[in-house]
């Protein structure tokens, strides 16, 4: 793969594929703009043609034109490459034969899901009493159906199937594109069809809604080659143009709600069909933003998904809120179907989700009563604990103790339920260094790198990775090449002390953590508090 990757690279121009996203003016030797993920004030976005490379100096984030591809779209190396390999003209098939079958199989299923959605949406057009359901019942409008794909598909359970393989398809890839049941027959009769829709504009699987009474409601694509319900996220390739320059993403709990928020002029609106939120869809829409807004119910499953939420957001740095005010209604399509405007306005005023939840607990429980008190502090010190930023720990720890009528130590006195209600499964997650960190240790690299005698000062470890290596040298060019010997020693003797702080903390961070699993084995216990006392002292 490194060869095609080569290839690509040889035929593409860094600054072709990012300025597709970004406007990019000169900036003597290299490019700049601002940056796509909307964090920077001023222009911090640096390409580097001559090295092939950008960064993002507001973001920390950099690379080649297949990790710019991948961070700006929230879509796997594979998905990147297959993207770039076709914009460039490069036949990935001749540089592996381990995955030409794959390769095959997953293009056989596009053309087909492809043809599939045409058919669709030829019999819609056919079909007066279902045009009446999508236009009047739904109140959609041509312009929604059109972006949407919407179609539909016909109760004769051979349909589909005889077209097709009267188009050449086979029974075997009819299945790997999901399109058949069991019984080999079509998997989706008598429905509304809206189409999932890849990253790259592509059609990967269908959600469809029975237009009567029966059941189920909804029937999706099952899982297949090409469609993956634990990352795909309805309404991306239609959203991420509005979130990206809006700078917020809000996540509603169905897709006919996507669709009707899209209609009503609030196109950054998206879903997970058909399965919980996971931590994969979180990172694929921290991509585009770090503000994350929640349209859930009030009920007693919204308040688990949100809680959820708060769980998986914490390991992310994401900023989550939660949209509450529908204003009698019970859902963001019920609402928009009464007012459009008041849809808009709630998304524009939403509520942190910890004091959401913290208030649906309250609303719950007798706070006037020992038991009232005991459950509320159960579910508000576990909450509490999801939260990863120590300032705003702090905050709810106050507000939470002042409810309570109790102390801020009473609070932290009290362990985390063993068995809490609605006690969820701790999410596990690879670590990754803090923000603050990471952009120190690659100054650090750039000056050790590149900044001559005075660099041999700092030792850290040196990344192999050639495209890291270039990316290092533009952050010194950027930075410090305009730097006397004076101010970066300076600015070396300064970086290197709030480093080496910060590591301290995130090292007490974690041992206090690794503390709590022994405070019934008090030797063990007491070694680890010696050695937080220790990296207190310096």
């Known amino acids: ?12 121009a860094v600054e072709d594929v990012v300025g597709e996203y970004i406007e990019l003016k000169r900036a003597g030797r290299n490019l700049k703009g601002r940056s796509p993920w909307g964090v920077d004030k001023t222009p911090s976005f640096m390409v580097s043609p001559e090295k092939g490379i950008w960064h993002d100096f507001s973001a920390n984030k950099g690379g080649d034109i297949f990790t710019f591809v991948m961070e700006v779209e929230g879509i796997s190396f ?43 949406q030829v019999c819609l057009t056919k079909n007066p009493p279902v045009l009446d359901y999508v236009f009047y019942k739904r109140n959609l409008n041509k312009n929604t159906v059109k972006e949407f794909r919407i179609g539909y598909s016909p109760k004769d359970g051979q349909a589909l199937k005889n077209f097709l393989t009267k188009k050449g398809y086979t029974e075997n890839e ?14 989706f009769r008598g429905r509304m069809m ?13 959600t469809a809604r029975v237009l009567d009474k029966s059941e189920p409601k909804y029937l999706n694509t099952p899982e297949t080659l090409l469609f993956n319900k634990s990352r795909y996220i309805f309404g ?13 993403v809000v996540i509603v709990e169905g897709n006919m709600d996507v669709i009707s928020s899209h209609q009503a002029g609030v196109k950054q609106a998206v879903a ?59 859902d963001p399509d019920e609402l928009i179907q009464k007012d459009k405007s008041l849809w808009k306005k709630a998304v524009e005023n939403p509520k942190p989700a910890v004091d959401w939840l913290l208030d649906k607990y309250e609303e719950n429980l007798n706070l006037n009563s020992a038991k009232g008190k005991k459950e509320y502090s159960d579910v508000a010190i576990r909450l509490i604990s999801y939260l990863k930023d120590p300032v705003i720990k702090k905050h709810y720890e106050q507000i939470v103790a002042k409810r309570l009528d109790v102390t801020v130590e009473d609070l932290k006195s009290k362990k985390l339920p063993s068995s809490p209600t609605h ?10 260094k803090p923000e603050r960190i990471k952009i120190l240790e690659d100054s650090l690299l750039s000056v ?10 700092i030792n850290l470890e040196v990344p192999e990775d050639e495209t890291k290596l270039d990316e290092l040298s533009l952050i010194f060019e950027t930075k410090f090449k305009n730097f006397n010997k004076e101010k970066l020693e300076k600015a070396i003797k300064e970086m290197l002390a709030e480093y080496n702080r910060e590591l301290s903390r995130l090292k007490i961070e974690e041992l206090s953590k690794k503390a709590e699993e022994y405070e019934d084995d008090e030797e063990k216990f007491n070694d680890i508090m010696r050695e937080i006392e220790k990296l207190q002292k310096g």
């Open 1 to 12: 793969m490194n060869d095609a990757k080569e290839e690509i690279k040889s035929r593409l």
């Open 78 to 120: 594979r998905e990147a490459i297959e993207k770039l390999a076709a914009k460039a003209g490069v036949e990935l098939k001749k540089y592996g034969n381990s995955d030409t079958k794959i390769a095959k199989k997953k293009t056989r299923a596009r053309e087909a899901l492809e043809l599939a959605t045409k058919f669709y």
């Open 174 to 187: 009819l299945e790997t594109a999901g399109l058949l049941n069991r019984f080999k027959g079509d998997l």
């Open 194 to 206: 809206v189409p999932f829709i890849n990253t790259d504009g592509s059609v990967i699987g269908y």
């Open 236 to 248: 991306y390739y239609q959203a991420k143009e509005a979130i990206r320059r809006d700078g917020y």
């Open 272 to 330: 997970t069909s058909g399965t919980a939120m996971t931590e994969q869809h979180l990172k694929i829409l921290s991509h585009l933003t770090q503000d994350v807004r929640l349209a859930y119910d009030g009920d007693e499953a919204g308040i688990k998904a949100t809680e959820r939420a708060i769980n998986l957001a914490g390991n992310l740095g994401i900023d989550l809120s939660v949209i509450s005010d529908y204003h009698g209604t019970k």
């Open 423 to 432: 006690r969820l499964k701790p999410v596990t997650t690879e670590f990754e």
């Open 448 to 457: 050790m790198l590149f900044g001559g005698e005075i660099g041999s000062k």
